[in-house]
């Protein structure tokens, strides 16, 4: 008998700014027999998505917070729908409050979002979307963002995305012994300066410890921090296995 499992697709893994080429917008693809769904659509992130999956066979989007590297790309997706299809379509996004205004604005166009995209306001609890179930926690970073966990239901082990998050701490509960833990490390080996709301490699490592994760992926590393001693800084905490995702990684778990 198969064992029911789910995939991740890194379609985007970027900070906001990189020189890293192809490294772009945060966008996560999870997939199960039956259900896909996207984390986040960062900037650039569009043309690997379309290139991996037909995005209007997504079940849904979700967005952690209203930061662009993390949603910009709806615009192409709102394009796509409305004018690559034979007949437009339609796509269900479960965000923060206020995503719609923050697209309309940026086309100046009211309306624009809603032509194609079907938004809803994400609260903390459990969504359930297609037979995935969604877990979603507010975090520390702006006023409205949240991390998730992803699940089969009745699955030992799921999937536990930071987004961005300022405390490693607001993640601990979403995190089960034995889950795959996407996280942030904005900044490297750290540390995290004064008054940025990201992660460093000792506050991922420490987390990943004291919850039991099975494992860490490591995404959102800004630009200039060398990413061997970013792996080091989490491995000093934690004994499992640890590494960067790139766009184009697929990982079962
Ligand atoms: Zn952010």
């Known amino acids: 008998m198969a064992v029911a499992s789910l995939e991740l697709f890194v379609v985007g893994a970027g900070p906001a700014y990189t020189d890293r080429l192809g490294a772009t917008g945060a966008a996560y693809l999870i997939r199960s027999a039956t259900t ?4 986040d659509l960062g900037q650039g992130s569009f043309p690997r998505l379309a290139a991996e999956v037909d995005p209007t066979e997504l079940d849904a989007i979700i967005i952690s917070h209203l930061h662009p590297d993390h949603f910009v790309d709806l615009v192409a997706l709102r394009h796509y729908l409305r004018y690559g299809l034979a007949t437009p379509g339609r796509m269900r996004v479960m965000a923060p409050a206020g995503l719609a205004g923050r697209l309309d604005a940026l086309h100046a166009e009211p309306g624009f979002t809603s032509v194609a995209l079907d938004c ?3 609260a903390e609890g459990t969504l359930t979307i297609g037979e995935l179930s969604v877990a979603a926690r507010l975090v520390t970073h702006t006023a409205e963002s949240y991390a998730f966990r992803v699940a089969l239901p ?16 607001d993640l601990a509960p979403l995190i089960r012994p034995g889950d795959t833990l996407l996280s942030e490390v904005s900044f490297g080996p750290g540390p995290v300066p004064p008054g940025a ?7 991922v490592g420490e987390l990943a410890s004291m919850t039991g994760t099975g494992q860490v992926l490591l995404t959102h590393l800004q630009m200039g921090f060398d990413r061997d001693a970013t792996i080091a800084s989490v491995r000093g905490r934690f004994a499992g296995p640890v590494r960067i995702v790139d766009p184009g990684d ?3 778990f």
């Open 250 to 252: 697929r990982i079962e």
């Open 154 to 169: 009745g699955a030992a082990n799921g999937l536990v995305y930071s987004g961005d998050c300022g405390r490693a701490a």
């Open 36 to 39: 896909t769904i996207l984390l």
């Open 197 to 203: 709301q990201h992660l460093d490699g000792p506050a």
């Open 120 to 122: 809803g306001n994400l």
